[in-house]
């Protein structure tokens, strides 16, 4: 094996012009991604920037615990973030926050719905964190197999490595390797 060697400035300028001819920037890596209705996972709500506004508007810009005006958060008291009514919004420092909900688990969350939430780790404490096809422990994940993300049955549940779940769901991934040593 040779060493690494560093471009050169040809190089980079080779790979940036090549880049720009297919419409990505050079340094797109670098840049701050999309939040709110420009993410390409955004599901409708309201963007975080304005549901902050409102807060901020109605309760002023201090936690309403302690009075701190440092390290403000937003948090939503019935958990749903498509609900941005100023009586939903409370303003609160870190600390607060942490302390109010770091016991939100499970049942006690706002957010919980009937287990949707939990399903990844009931199938893990169930079934263990190992694939059930090639018994890899690398890269777990849990599978629906009737493809309903809503019917969290443990039946319906299925532990798999990323590779079994790309080949389950008819994704393409590199052909394996195995390690040689040197």
């Not at 939430?117 to 190992?130: E, N, P």
Request: with cysteine; aromatic share 8%.
């Amino acid at each position: 094996m040779g060493r690494l060697r560093s471009m050169t400035p040809a190089h980079k300028a080779k790979i940036a012009d090549a880049l720009r001819r297919y419409g990505a920037r050079p340094d797109a890596h670098t840049k701050h991604q999309p939040s709110g209705f420009a993410a390409h996972n955004w599901k409708g709500g309201v963007a975080p920037r304005t549901y902050r506004k409102i807060a901020f508007t109605a309760h002023g810009r201090f936690c309403q615990q302690c009075g701190d005006d440092s390290d403000l958060l937003v948090r939503h008291m019935d958990g749903r973030f498509d609900n941005p009514a100023p009586d939903n919004l409370i303003v609160l420092c870190r600390s607060c926050h942490y302390t109010l909900y770091r016991d939100n688990d499970g049942e006690n969350n706002p957010a919980y719905l009937n287990g949707i939430g939990c399903y990844r780790k009931r199938a893990l404490d169930a079934f263990g964190a190992v694939c059930q096809r090639c018994a890899s422990t690398r890269f777990i994940v849990v599978h629906h197999k009737d493809r309903d993300r809503t019917h969290n049955d443990l039946d319906n549940l299925e532990v798999l490595c990323r590779r079994c779940h790309n080949d389950e769901h008819g994704i393409a991934t590199l052909p394996r390797t195995r390690r040689v040593a040197a």
